[in-house]
């Protein structure tokens, strides 16, 4: 059986807040208002001036964005997003596909997200990943009912049911934020990549790798033995 290998999406394998990028893209598509953008643009002011902390924020953007969609379909956002990220693939950073297709010999990749689940759908489908744990949009018969039926925005610990399965020994997760620590304390091999200050904090106390993007492919190869 194959260890488990999880990474979060964004600024761990992809150079931005996708979230973001994926709502302007929504209001072009005429799927989304534009006043929506200019809600989410609010919310994100209020976090980076620290009147709202990450969870709060995280899950008022997630509450806002499903309420909007309600009546779109899963399967609509679901190919909007994969036309959107093999459209900008090259903001992928080069070490997650330059070592996936090693890492794909010993370990099941699983994309770990705070974003909705056709966009962690979308993300498997590009780079043929095992499976993804996101945040969820309900969806009734495939459409969207407007509300949020499960969010990763206060942690990422429910990734534990896959350590079940797949046990401890070689695991790997790959974060960047507090929000992934959740994720990170559950492996055997938590890497933290270019990370914030609150998780280099915690890392430093933990002694877990620290690495930027550039020297993560030298890491990931090291760990793998190649």
């Known amino acids: 059986m194959k260890k488990l290998a999880l990474f979060d999406l964004d600024k761990t394998i992809y150079n931005t807040h996708s979230f973001f990028q994926l709502v302007d893209y929504e209001i072009e598509k005429g799927r989304l208002k534009k006043e929506v953008g200019e809600t989410v643009q609010a919310l994100l002011q209020k976090y980076k001036t620290g009147e709202m902390n990450y969870s709060k924020t995280a899950n008022k953007l997630l509450e806002v964005l499903a309420l909007n969609l309600n009546g779109q379909t899963f399967?609509?956002?679901?190919?909007?997003?994969?036309?959107?990220?093999?459209?900008?693939?090259?903001?992928?950073?080069?070490?997650?596909e330059r070592t996936l297709p090693i890492l794909k010999q010993s370990h099941d990749v699983f994309v770990v997200t705070t974003n909705a689940n056709y966009v962690a759908e979308a993300i498997v489908k590009l780079f043929d990943l095992s499976g993804f744990i996101s945040s969820e949009f309900e969806a009734i018969n495939g459409t969207f009912s407007g509300k949020v039926s499960m969010s990763l925005a206060d942690g990422k610990g429910l990734v534990a049911y896959l350590l079940q399965k797949y046990g401890k020994p070689g695991s790997l997760a790959i974060g960047d934020s507090e929000n992934d620590i959740g994720m990170l304390e559950l492996v055997e091999n938590p890497i933290c990549v270019s990370p914030n200050e609150e998780l280099r904090k915690y890392a430093l106390e933990k002694g877990w790798k620290i690495v930027s993007v550039e020297s993560a492919e030298e890491e990931l190869l090291n760990l793998l033995n190649f």
């Open 75 to 96: 399967s609509d956002l679901f190919n909007d997003s994969y036309e959107f990220f093999l459209n900008n693939k090259n903001s992928f950073y080069p070490y997650f």
